[in-house]
């Protein structure tokens, strides 16, 4: 069985305890992972502290820094087909999304590594005849940097790009559930030649792990991804150490579908928004919202599209959909398709396990357009669940979007361009895809609001959320400082 370690203050070493990872295809333990405790955040987290402050990092130039990120997205694309392996056999995510996704990650660390030398500060016109002031745009400190176990890869890179592009140090913690690829994204890190501390990556759980590292009082910033539940304590630790707080959360997203719509390219776009990746996305497009006139003809093409996905092994390439990550979310899936049939939705097609062995379900569609507050419509259930919902015109289908505490992403179908900034302004989302759905770029800031957290990850403003301003005031007269007692 494999055996992986953390790496703390520049060194691997094994965790007090270990915890055996099950395989989502086989429910079967395939590796031991290390248990990170109090001890061990503190150790990381003074680590982190230091290095924030030592010479061989703090001293470094803006485009010294920018190297070692290119040395790092140059290994990470080196190795992503090992990274690739990993996260699929730990996680359960199909090999073909996974290597075209952390291909792309390298992207996000060349991005910040141009970023680097870029972050400015500012002069200020000041009303003093006598005085130059500016501003310098200085790293934040110690970053803890939390990520869920589904596309770890690219949740890290938007956390840890950033931070260390502004010049901040970092403890990343991987989710418990498949933390495998970050576990040995951590050797790359170690191979690109960062100072020991800068980065440092274990794994444990909640009450040991987590919840320290959010409240140790050497944390400045708390970049976490992650469920609304596990975001409320996090903000709760964070008042301890009164650090500031970054959050993407879940989301509960619309897909709209106007009649206008080129229907075959929407289909296609909704198969991705909720059966890619199993469903297993913070953007999942949950909610299909379908103008009432082509609802049967749309929901036809769906489950056509729904029947024929190819399910098995997940590092099959041809495989299409594979396992749910853990027993408890094929569970806890059941159990809301079948409170939603209760409540009157018509399960249209899917729900079903498959096979004896792994945690495998098929690809879901209620259509829930008589109970649209069924329990599938409201909750987020992280799987290959569709709730379907008809609308008459532009003013429901507005109605219905926002009809949720989540704000993460909308995607939008119609080939009316007035129509579609009309909707735009009025949905309450922080992404608006139209005519596509979960495109991603390091360029464009990513994030939400409500239940769906607070920040962006993504574009400058990512990395401007990891520094502070320092206002610097110059008097430029040689004459002395008149009456003492009169604030200038």
């Known amino acids: 069985m494999r055996r992986f370690q953390h790496y703390i203050d520049g060194a691997f070493e094994d965790g007090p305890a270990g915890f055996e990872?099950?395989?989502?295809?086989?429910?079967?333990?395939?590796?031991?992972?290390?248990?990170?405790?109090e001890a061990e955040v503190d150790r990381a987290v003074m680590a982190a502290h230091r290095a924030f402050r030592a010479p061989d990092w703090a001293g470094l130039t803006a485009s010294a820094r920018a190297k070692l990120l290119?040395?790092?997205?140059?290994?990470?694309?080196?190795?992503?087909?090992?990274?690739?392996?990993?996260?699929?056999?730990?996680?359960?995510?199909?090999?073909?999304?996974?290597?075209?996704?952390?291909?792309?990650?390298?992207?996000?660390?060349?991005?910040?590594?141009?970023?680097?030398?870029?972050?400015?500060?500012?002069?200020?016109?000041?009303?003093?005849p006598d005085m130059e002031v500016w501003l310098r745009r200085e790293p934040v400190g110690v970053v803890a940097a939390i990520v869920p176990w589904n596309s770890q890869l690219f949740l890290s890179a938007v956390k840890l790009g950033p931070a260390l592009a502004a010049g901040c140090t970092v403890v990343l913690k991987a989710s418990e559930e498949g933390p495998a690829p970050l576990l040995h994204f951590a050797r790359l890190v170690h191979e690109a030649g960062f100072p020991a501390g800068v980065v440092n990556v274990l794994t444990g759980f909640g009450a040991r792990c987590g919840a320290v590292l959010t409240s140790h009082?050497?944390?400045?910033?708390?970049?976490?991804?992650g469920g609304p539940d596990t975001a409320r304590a996090v903000v709760r630790n964070s008042a301890e150490n009164l650090a500031r707080t970054s959050l993407e959360l879940g989301g509960k997203s619309p897909f709209i579908v106007f009649a206008d719509a080129d229907l075959d390219s929407a289909a296609n776009a909704q198969v991705s928004a909720i059966f890619a990746a199993a469903g297993q996305s913070c953007v999942a497009g949950s909610r299909l919202l379908v103008e009432r006139p082509v609802k049967e003809a749309f929901l036809e093409r769906l489950v056509a599209k729904a029947r024929a996905v190819r399910i098995g092994a997940p590092d099959d390439p041809e495989t299409e959909m594979g396992p749910l990550c853990t027993v408890r979310q094929r569970d806890r899936i059941e159990e809301v398709i079948a409170a939603s049939t209760a409540r009157g939705a018509r399960l249209v097609t899917g729900g079903d396990r498959v096979g004896e062995a792994g945690f495998y379900t098929t690809p879901a569609i209620l259509?829930?357009?008589?109970?649209?507050?069924?329990?599938?419509?409201?909750?987020?259930?992280?799987?290959?669940?569709?709730?379907?919902?008809?609308?008459?015109?532009?003013?429901?289908?507005?109605?219905?979007?926002?009809?949720?505490?989540?704000?993460?992403?909308?995607?939008?179908?119609?080939?009316?361009?007035?129509?579609?900034?009309?909707?735009?302004?009025?949905?309450?989302?922080?992404?608006?895809?139209?005519?596509?759905?979960?495109?991603?770029?390091?360029?464009?800031?990513?994030?939400?609001?409500?239940?769906?957290?607070?920040?962006?990850?993504?574009?400058?403003?990512?990395?401007?959320?990891?520094?502070?301003?320092?206002?610097?005031?110059?008097?430029?007269?040689?004459?002395?400082?008149?009456?003492?007692?009169?604030?200038?």
Request: charge should be negative.
């Open 21 to 37: 990872s099950l395989d989502p295809a086989s429910g079967e333990a395939w590796a031991i992972m290390p248990e990170a405790r």
């Open 70 to 128: 290119h040395r790092l997205a140059d290994l990470v694309e080196r190795d992503a087909s090992e990274l690739a392996a990993l996260e699929t056999r730990d996680t359960g995510k199909i090999i073909r999304e996974t290597r075209a996704q952390i291909a792309y990650v390298a992207e996000y660390y060349r991005y910040y590594a141009g970023l680097a030398d870029k972050i400015e500060g500012a002069h200020l016109p000041i009303d003093k």
């Open 217 to 225: 009082p050497k944390v400045a910033h708390v970049a976490f991804t």
């Open 367 to 488: 259509d829930c357009s008589e109970v649209p507050d069924a329990p599938c419509v409201t909750n987020e259930l992280f799987g290959p669940v569709l709730s379907v919902l008809a609308f008459d015109d532009e003013a429901e289908a507005l109605r219905l979007a926002n009809g949720t505490d989540y704000g993460l992403a909308a995607g939008l179908f119609t080939t009316n361009l007035t129509r579609a900034h009309r909707m735009t302004r009025g949905l309450e989302a922080g992404v608006v895809w139209i005519n596509t759905y979960r495109a991603v770029s390091p360029i464009a800031p990513f994030g939400g609001h409500g239940l769906s957290g607070h920040g962006r990850e993504g574009g400058l403003a990512a990395a401007l959320d990891y520094t502070t301003i320092k206002t610097v005031w110059l008097r430029t007269s040689d004459d002395p400082i008149p009456d003492p007692f009169v604030m200038r």
